[in-house]
């Protein structure tokens, strides 16, 4: 158990709709990041937040939107799904700056 | 444009014997260096990292081996042990920039 919560697992939707997911960081930790795995792809950086604050941006398409609360929990917001937007999304936390990061479970997006 | 590449999807080792997973780089600002080990419906935990100023990195059975002006590194576990069977992803990264960029992953399996 890495200590990092997503939620839901698995989520299921239609193209078009919009969803949010849902990331509690270890205890501790400032530093939340959201990775995007599609199908035999390896982990595309999307966003990282440091204590309420946007730090760093990958490929995030407009589509998407994330932010950090101040009790540091961290979501993710899709919007006007696509097909291609299926895929398992993992949040990861850190207290270093060292890449060593505890990753959730991650959420698995289907959409249809 | 693949800055990370595992160029093996899959890789099979009798149980017992030496595994060697490969990764290669094109970033040249890329200076520190992760391999991460995921099994099914979990998500990627950190496993051994190397920086860039050294060209081993040993943590009991695992080994990564950095060659700098080949842009490859390389994780060697020896012996193998059916526990780790799992994919394994490499990723790199810059200091003073946390974005981790991961490779495809390389699925090891330890045949008893």
């Known amino acids: 158990d890495s200590g990092v919560t997503q939620t839901p697992k698995h989520l299921i939707t239609a193209t078009g709709q919009r969803v949010t997911l849902r990331c509690s960081p270890r205890s501790g930790d400032l530093s939340v990041y959201w990775y995007q795995q599609s199908l035999d792809q390896g982990l595309q950086f999307l966003i990282q937040y440091y204590n309420g604050e946007e730090r760093a941006k990958g490929n995030i398409l407009e589509r998407f939107s994330a932010q950090q609360f101040p009790d540091l929990h961290s979501e993710l917001n899709l919007s006007s799904l696509e097909l291609g937007d299926s895929a398992l999304y993992f949040c990861?936390?850190?207290?270093?700056?060292?890449?060593?990061?505890?990753f959730g479970e991650g959420s698995r997006l289907t959409v249809l | 444009d693949q800055q990370v590449k595992q160029n093996s999807p899959s890789l099979s080792v009798q149980e017992g014997r030496i595994s060697i997973l490969n990764c290669d780089y094109t970033n040249s600002m890329f200076d520190y260096f992760l391999w991460y080990k995921k099994y099914p419906a979990e998500g990627p935990t950190f496993l051994i990292s190397?920086?860039?100023?050294?060209d081993k990195n040993e943590d009991g059975r695992f080994t990564v081996f950095l060659n700098k002006s080949a842009k490859h590194l390389s994780l060697h576990i020896v012996p193998s042990q059916p526990g780790d069977s799992a994919v394994y992803f490499c990723a790199a990264m810059s200091f003073g920039n946390e974005k981790l960029t991961f490779g495809t992953g390389t699925r090891l399996t330890i045949i008893p």
């Open positions: 190397i920086s860039s100023i050294k």
């Open positions: 990861a936390s850190s207290v270093a700056s060292n890449g060593e990061l505890f």
